[in-house]
């Protein structure tokens, strides 16, 4: 048997690619509060102020008149997550320098929180897949795809458009396949299941 390779929604995907509007409105919010403090401090830098101020409405166009497009085009999230990292560090560090700590340390917390989503959402680029293999399940998750050994499997249930699986602690993972399976792909998956785990352990989704 050949390994076999089926694109899936992701649950954790999903997830990150909804919650990526809200984390770039929140990353504007803080932005455009920091360039109006910023311009109503004595030590006015213009040019800095402006740069948050347009880089902050960007961000707000983004988000509401291209909330579609961060999903279709990948690289224009990141690029966008990229400035947030780097005003986010910058602001920090000025912070520091000009003797507020906890506000500096707070941004530069940012910082890592933000540059831990770019590095997730990396993956956003490419399809999610589920792949069965000889030694075992590669499945989709974040930040990095998971390895199951067969070991660490209890079972397996699947539909033409559906998979689920079963781990060795009691954790069900469910995945919604992109494209139905054919007649063939299902039968090859299971007679990957019936080989490493057995009889009874390959069964139909909802009761098929």
């Known amino acids: 048997m050949d390994s ?23 990353a504007a919010t803080l932005l455009l509060a920091h360039a109006f403090s910023h311009f109503r401090s004595e030590n006015t830098h213009t040019l800095y102020f402006w740069c948050l101020l347009f880089i902050s409405l960007d961000i707000f166009l983004l988000v509401i008149a291209g909330r579609d497009l961060l999903g279709q085009v990948p690289r224009v999230n990141l690029f966008f997550r990229c400035v947030e ?38 993956a956003l680029r490419r399809t999610e897949t589920l792949s069965f293999h000889h030694t075992g399940i590669t499945i989709p998750s974040l930040p990095e795809s998971r390895f199951l050994y067969w070991t660490h499997v209890n079972g ?28 063939d792909q299902l039968e090859h998956v299971k007679a990957f299941c019936h080989h490493y785990l057995g009889t009874g352990t390959c069964g139909a989704w909802r009761g098929q």
């Open 4 to 26: 076999i390779s089926l694109p899936v929604v992701s649950p954790a995907f999903e997830r990150l690619k909804r919650n990526g509007v809200w984390l770039h409105s929140l």
């Open 85 to 122: 990292i780097i005003f986010f560090f910058c602001i920090g560090v000025l912070m520091i320098n000009e003797g507020n700590e906890l506000t500096g340390i707070v941004h530069l917390l940012l910082t890592i929180g933000y540059g831990y989503l770019f590095y997730c959402e990396r």
């Open 156 to 183: 397996v249930k699947m539909a033409y458009d559906h998979i689920d699986i079963l781990t060795s602690g009691e954790e069900k993972l469910e995945y919604a396949l992109r494209v139905n399976l054919s007649f």
